[in-house]
């Protein structure tokens, strides 16, 4: 017997769904299977054994051989940004600061009441 043939009779086949990005989830592990396949279902025919490279099938089309997809490191995590950059919290406010200066500003050009107790008392006249 052919051992090529003898080798594909014993690989098992999955289906899967392509996401927006392009990519198949299987076994936990991320393959590009291209942008054209977006939102179809291919068929995953991989060996139990090695799951590094699987092979694509899909109608119309010859079928092909993914690896994982690898992320770099500048698709990971953002990096904290530098200390002169983040956004300290304010410890006063200028649109209070302002009220309050105009309040104390009001005060001054406000003539302060004629209590009439306090004249009579000086008077005299209780």
């Known amino acids: ?22 990519c198949i989830s299987f076994q936990d592990r991320k393959y590009e299977v291209g942008l054209p396949f977006i ?3 291919v068929d995953v025919v991989f060996d139990p054994a090695d799951i ?3 092979t694509i ?15 770099g490191e500048r698709a990971g995590k953002r990096p904290p940004l530098p200390e002169h950059l983040v956004e300290v919290p304010a410890d006063a406010s200028r649109l209070l600061a302002a009220a309050e200066d105009r309040n104390v500003a009001r005060k001054e050009q406000h003539a302060p ?3 009439y107790r306090q004249v009579s008392m000086e008077a005299g006249h209780v």
């Open 1 to 22: 017997m052919d051992p090529d043939a003898l080798a594909t009779a014993f690989l098992h086949c999955e289906s899967r769904k392509v996401d927006k990005s392009g």
């Open 39 to 41: 939102v179809q279902t």
């Open 52 to 54: 590094a490279e699987l």
């Open 57 to 71: 099938e899909y109608e119309g089309q010859v079928p092909w051989r993914v690896r994982e997809l690898v992320i």
């Open 113 to 115: 009441a004629v209590a």
